[in-house]
Nanobody, 125 residues
Framework: QVQLVESGGGLVQTGGSLRLSCAAS????????MGWFRQAPGNQREFVAA????????YYADSVKGRFSISRDNAKNTVYLQMNSLKPEDTAVYYC??????????????????WGQGTQVAVSS
């Protein structure tokens, strides 16, 4: 079983940048497909980005394409989400998720087996 801990959230102005990190422990990191989701108050959890076990394939929600970038360092058991050109609508709690041996449900929360506790991102206008 893998444990996930997110960090890097905070308050930033519109147009600013943040880099989120998700550190994994308790498992073999490279067997997990990793994803980032977010949830704003009153909204359902939504897909943001995902990365394959090798890191060769990445996936993005249309709302963040061209602004966000997901990457992973299997040697450091960490996945990152670089967020640029942030907008107020990006405000949410961001969650890291892991899918054991990958999932065909890349953009669906049900495809992931483990979740972090979340980190708050707030973008002021």
């Amino acid at each position: 079983q893998v444990q996930l801990v997110e960090s890097g959230g905070g308050l930033v102005q519109t147009g600013g940048s943040l880099r989120l990190s998700c550190a994994a422990s308790g498992g073999t990191f490279s067997v997990y497909q990793m994803g980032w989701f977010r949830q704003a108050p009153g909204n359902q959890r939504e897909f943001v980005a995902a990365i394959s076990r090798s890191g060769r394939a990445t996936y993005y929600a249309d709302s963040v394409k061209g602004r966000f970038s997901i990457s992973r360092d299997n040697a450091k058991n960490t996945v990152y989400l670089q967020m640029n050109s942030l907008k107020p609508e990006d405000t949410a709690v961001y969650y890291c998720a892991a899918a054991y041996r990958g999932t065909s449900q890349v953009m669906g929360p049900l495809g992931y087996d483990y979740w972090g506790q979340g980190t708050q991102v707030a973008v002021s206008s």
